[in-house]
């Protein structure tokens, strides 16, 4: 059976907790490792699933990883395969970073299409677009993208919607392009500008990362770094949620507030008190929150990674919430779970309006993705009595040591398998 993790609720969380690494950034950073022959070496590198995933494919693709206490290095001397077989990326869609940068270094890519997920369709026919804009031959063969260019050429790239790893695809693409292209419409999440910082301390020469327009002047070459990946902000978002839901006093540590403001407005309004120093924020939770209405949109605005784990806090709130998905279009598949718990939850196309109730009940409940499972966690420390998350492989897709970290807090949380 699965792994699934116990929990017996009710505890108010003490204590002070380090945010690891950011999944969403260490995933590009790998597949920035194949734009140069040279070694990259990545600090504060996640030990998550999903991180293990995605060096499994830069190492079928030719690179050559150490791996030491946190820290990565990848070489990519030759690429000596194009293929991302369906096998990685159906398990992955971020396995699709890795087409940009092939194309631009070998001149060739075969990717995958990875299909639908539990969360929503999900095309990447911008990443798609923006590339053939560079000047790449695309096709589609047996499921499979084949991208083909014997050097890429600059544009002018308006992607027709804000995607983050469409943005950064095209940003490592136009990186060894022959010109300067122009990214408007560009996805300014803290992530895009880490892989910003990284492929500029590798050579590139980028201007306006976190802002809507990025300008990319390709280079020939790229060369090697040392770079420290950025605290995972939805984890560290995550990490506050449970410290206000259990009604405890927590603080958060290692993490950059600026990524979080859109969180921390949201959580004020909750009747959350936060207080925010220059690398954490300690969170006491109040009596009961306050109901509020949330709308996710791409950063600045509230993200959509963390809108599962509010809505968790808000089925707890003193009144009628209402929340609004924007990004994704199937992404309330932890309500069903959370009325198992005796939330009162309502759903209607992209809309959830939320009336909250005075306390959830522990119950055996299923996770379907990664934040989902956050949220089932979050509502299990909160609930009275016991409650069991299963399919938690979710969880560790993007989660590091989540229950080691709730324990340390003192929460009562066991894995079993
Ligand atoms: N979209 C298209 N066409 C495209 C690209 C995107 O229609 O070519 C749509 C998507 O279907 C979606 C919206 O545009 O409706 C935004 O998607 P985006 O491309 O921004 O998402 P993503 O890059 O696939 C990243 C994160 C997600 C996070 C979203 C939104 C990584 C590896 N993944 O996905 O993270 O939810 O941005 O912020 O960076 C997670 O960590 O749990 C996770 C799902």
Redesign the pocket.
Known sequence: MPARLEIDGGVPLHGSVRVSAA??AA?PALAASLLTAEPVRLTNVPDLVDVRTMVRLVETLGATIRREHGELAAQVARVTNDVAPYDLVSTM??SVLVLGPLVARHGSARVALPGGCA?????????LKGLARLGAEIAIENGYVVARASRLKAARIATD??????TENLMMAAALAEGTTVIENA?R?P?VVDLATLLTAMGARIRGAGTPRVEIEGVSELAGTSHRIIPDR?EAGTLIVAGAITGGDVTVTDLVPDHLSALMAKLGECGVALEVGPTSVRVRGPGRPRAADVTTS?FPGF???MQAQVMTLLGLADGQSRVTET??ENRFMHVAELARMGARIETDGAIAVIRGVSCYQGAPVMASD??ASAALVLAGLAAHGRTTVSRVYHLDR?YERLETKLTALGARIERRA
């Open positions: 999944k969403n995933l869609r971020a969360i929503g369709v999900r095309p990447i026919d911008q990443h919607l804000v995607t983050v790893t469409g996805a999440e992530e939805i791409p993200p959509t990674d990004i994704f990664l934040r993007g």
